[in-house]
């Protein structure tokens, strides 16, 4: 159980266009959604915390208007990177809870790999 | 505010050795979680073993253990039995009670060889 899965599992995108990325939790519903950006070689770091129909609240030097998050029901949230440039070439990963508390997982989705050319 | 630490880069490990991996953290919250994860490279993030704060016997999950210090304020883990398949990216993360959030340390690259 808990399975988290994420599509597309890589895009190529034009500099310039936006891309989504969906984030599904097939068989629980996330109370919370998570959505991380890995670049090569270095730590996942935190872009932004979605909860079911509020707005997302988004780290420090994280541009919401360019990352945006739309997190619609429980099972479901998308990432939308807008104008997308080079420099937001990443590892993209989603990951969702069922509680809040510390002692309750992440269960983190397998990750999307966006080159933008 | 919250920091995780991981202080080596990278390990090896001869096949069916142990090995532990070093992790220090810092948080003023009293209430919070520890975890490994393990990335291969394939790139998904597979949840090894936790450890909350008031726990007082350390966890184990197979051949996964955490050696668990609470004063200095370390989450090592540790791998017994290390098989080639353990070869990946390995994560310290901490998740305190007033947030959801997950910090991330550097991690660690570990490789077993034969």
């Known amino acids: 159980g808990a399975v988290v899965s994420q599509h597309p599992s890589w895009v190529i995108c034009k500099s310039g266009t936006s891309v989504k990325i969906e984030c599904r939790s097939l068989?629980?519903?996330?109370?919370?959604m998570f959505w991380y950006r890995q670049f090569p070689k270095q730590s996942l770091m935190l872009m932004a915390t979605?909860?079911?129909?509020?707005?997302?609240?988004?780290e420090q030097g994280v541009e919401k208007d360019k990352f945006l998050i739309n997190h619609a029901s429980l099972t479901l949230s998308t990432l939308t990177v807008t104008s997308a440039h080079p420099e937001d070439s990443s590892f993209y990963i989603c990951?969702?809870?069922?509680?809040?508390?510390?002692?309750?997982?992440?269960?983190f989705g397998p990750g999307t790999r966006l080159t933008v050319t | 505010a919250q920091k995780i630490t991981q202080t080596q880069p990278g390990m090896f490990v001869q096949e069916k050795e142990a090995v532990t991996l070093d992790c220090t953290y810092d948080t003023s919250d009293p209430s919070y979680g520890l975890f490994w994860y393990k990335q291969p490279s394939s790139g998904e993030m597979i949840f090894l073993i936790y450890?909350?704060?008031?726990?007082?016997q350390n966890a184990t999950e197979g051949r996964y253990s955490l050696n668990f210090q609470k004063a200095r304020k370390s989450a090592n883990l540790v791998i017994s039995a290390s098989q080639l398949g353990d070869s990946a990216m390995y994560f310290c993360a901490m998740r305190e009670t007033n947030t959801d959030k997950l910090i991330f340390g550097t991690g660690t690259r570990l490789q077993v060889f034969p």
């Open positions: 450890q909350g704060s008031y726990d007082q």
């Open positions: 979605s909860n079911e129909g509020s707005k997302a609240t988004y």
């Open positions: 068989d629980f519903q996330a109370t919370t």
């Open positions: 990951s969702a809870s069922m509680e809040t508390g510390p002692s309750y997982e992440q269960y």
